[in-house]
């Protein structure tokens, strides 16, 4: 059907840049004026500040956030010979980091209503490993769509088994547990900066955090060639720097990163009231958590395409993160363990799971037409 208004998208990392353009066009400038294109004063200043707006000892950046949790690892001594247990329901980035740095990855279940890794589970394994598996050396925490796990357990179990918790906050830049900031509470936390996070870079990025000094400076020497003396590799290191281009860009959108997060969460709460008294609950707040609302997540356990058609009839785009859980995926399929609970409710999930449009920069008018729409669904 024709649309009367221009459809909204899931997504629209466009609109972060055009939001700041003046900002962050005296950034690109002031990077590009310098003269100095890698590893200089911008990233150096990057690190310095996320690091003091996390409440962070340190942050190190890097050309990713896949390359972020494998340099933690790489730095921890985590790889062949090793297990790493975390979740099929995230980006396949985060398994991928796991073998990029030699480890087998063990993929345990999820709770059904926040999405994040089942802490009886990880217990569960931590205390009696699967059979013709290496020992497991740690377990990597996605907060997933914007909230925290259930960390406090998770810490627990991984303390009694002298494992590592890593977080991986790819989703969940300014998210808190107990009133401190997700990346603060484990070893060493990893962030994605890909555009589309709350915390975006126009091209690609990463950045990773630990109050460990002595962990942050093997990794920032892993990150260039294991060199600590320039062109002498004391290690063997990767090739993963993030520019000083992206890092000046970052600089800027951190200053409006709260405010951003700040928006998606009144976003957030006009949606919730739109879904009242109608077929879909809204996304579950974990108790003493703050919610970022990287993605804000409905399910419809019947037909989720026709759900979609309906939104988009009305201009509304939609996503589904993830439409595929990593153990089902062709590269991993028959190939990567699975945890005891087999990944029921990880595969119930990917079937039923759609996100609305999130980012800060939708309008109040783009806001009210989804929720309109959002009633629509109300009525059937």
Same mark, same amino acid.
Request: net charge negative; glycine share 10%.
């Given at each position: 059907?024709?649309?009367?208004?221009?459809?909204?998208?899931?997504?629209?990392?466009?609109?972060?840049?055009?939001?700041?353009?003046?900002?962050?066009?005296?950034? =690109?400038?002031? #990077?590009?004026?310098?003269?100095?294109?890698?590893?200089?004063?911008?990233?150096?200043?990057?690190?310095?500040?996320?690091?003091?707006?996390?409440?962070?000892?340190?942050?190190?950046?890097?050309?990713?956030?896949?390359?972020?949790?494998?340099?933690?690892?790489?730095?921890?001594?985590?790889?062949?010979?090793?297990?790493?247990?975390? =979740?099929?329901?995230?980006?396949?980035?985060?398994?991928?980091?796991?073998?990029?740095?030699?480890?087998?990855?063990?993929?345990?279940?999820?709770?059904?209503?926040?999405?994040?890794?089942?802490?009886?589970?990880?217990?569960?394994?931590?205390?009696?490993?699967?059979?013709?598996?290496?020992?497991?050396?740690?377990?990597? #925490?996605?907060?997933?769509?914007?909230?925290?796990?259930? $960390?406090?357990?998770? /810490?627990?179990?991984?303390?009694?088994?002298?494992?590592?918790?890593?977080?991986?906050?790819?989703?969940?830049?300014?998210?808190?547990?107990?009133?401190?900031?997700?990346?603060?509470?484990?070893?060493?936390?990893?962030?994605?900066?890909?555009?589309?996070?709350?915390?975006?870079?126009?091209?690609?990025?990463?950045?990773?955090?630990?109050?460990?000094?002595?962990?942050?400076?093997?990794?920032?020497?892993?990150?260039?060639?294991?060199?600590?003396?320039?062109?002498?590799?004391?290690?063997?290191?990767?090739?993963?720097?993030?520019?000083?281009?992206?890092?000046?860009?970052?600089?800027?959108?951190?200053?409006?990163?709260?405010?951003?997060?700040?928006?998606?969460?009144?976003?957030?709460?006009?949606?919730?009231? #739109? /879904? #009242?008294?109608?077929?879909?609950?809204?996304?579950?707040?974990?108790?003493?958590?703050?919610?970022?609302?990287?993605?804000?997540?409905?399910?419809?356990?019947?037909?989720?395409?026709?759900?979609?058609?309906? $939104?988009?009839?009305?201009?509304?785009?939609?996503?589904?993160?993830? @439409?595929?859980?990593?153990?089902?995926?062709?590269?991993?399929?028959?190939?990567?363990?699975?945890?005891?609970?087999?990944?029921?409710?990880?595969?119930?999930?990917?079937?039923?799971?759609?996100?609305?449009?999130?980012? @800060?920069?939708?309008?109040?008018?783009?806001?009210?037409?989804?929720?309109?729409?959002?009633?629509?669904?109300?009525?059937?």
């Amino acid at each position: 059907m024709d649309q009367p208004f221009p459809m909204i998208p899931q997504a629209d990392p466009g609109a972060g840049y055009r939001a700041q353009k003046d900002e962050i066009d005296a950034a =690109v400038a002031r #990077a590009l004026g310098s003269g100095w294109y890698i590893l200089g004063r911008e990233g150096e200043a990057f690190e310095r500040e996320f690091a003091a707006w996390l409440g962070a000892a340190r942050a190190v950046g890097c050309a990713n956030g896949t390359d972020a949790l494998a340099l933690i690892l790489r730095g921890l001594g985590i790889g062949e010979g090793a297990t790493v247990a975390t =979740v099929s329901h995230t980006a396949v980035a985060t398994v991928a980091a796991i073998e990029m740095a030699g480890a087998v990855p063990l993929l345990l279940d999820i709770d059904p209503d926040t999405y994040t890794m089942d802490p009886d589970e990880l217990a569960a394994v931590l205390e009696d490993p699967p059979p013709g598996l290496p020992p497991i050396r740690a377990a990597i #925490a996605v907060h997933l769509y914007g909230q925290s796990c259930d $960390l406090d357990p998770m /810490l627990a179990a991984c303390e009694r088994a002298g494992v590592a918790l890593i977080e991986d906050c790819a989703q969940a830049h300014g998210a808190t547990l107990h009133g401190r900031k997700l990346g603060t509470l484990g070893r060493a936390a990893a962030f994605s900066l890909y555009p589309t996070k709350n915390l975006g870079a126009l091209g690609d990025g990463g950045v990773l955090a630990t109050d460990d000094f002595e962990l942050a400076d093997l990794i920032a020497a892993i990150r260039q060639y294991g060199w600590k003396e320039r062109y002498v590799s004391s290690l063997v290191g990767i090739n993963s720097r993030l520019d000083e281009v992206q890092a000046a860009i970052l600089r800027a959108r951190l200053t409006r990163l709260d405010a951003g997060n700040a928006r998606r969460r009144e976003i957030a709460a006009a949606y919730d009231a #739109a /879904l #009242a008294g109608g077929p879909f609950a809204p996304p579950a707040r974990r108790e003493g958590a703050d919610h970022v609302f990287h993605q804000y997540v409905l399910r419809a356990p019947v037909d989720r395409a026709a759900v979609q058609a309906r $939104l988009r009839d009305e201009g509304v785009g939609t996503g589904i993160h993830y @439409p595929v859980p990593v153990h089902l995926q062709p590269a991993y399929l028959d190939r990567v363990p699975l945890g005891p609970a087999g990944c029921g409710e990880t595969e119930r999930a990917a079937g039923e799971v759609f996100s609305l449009p999130m980012y @800060p920069e939708l309008t109040g008018e783009q806001v009210e037409r989804v929720c309109s729409a959002l009633r629509g669904l109300a009525k059937g």
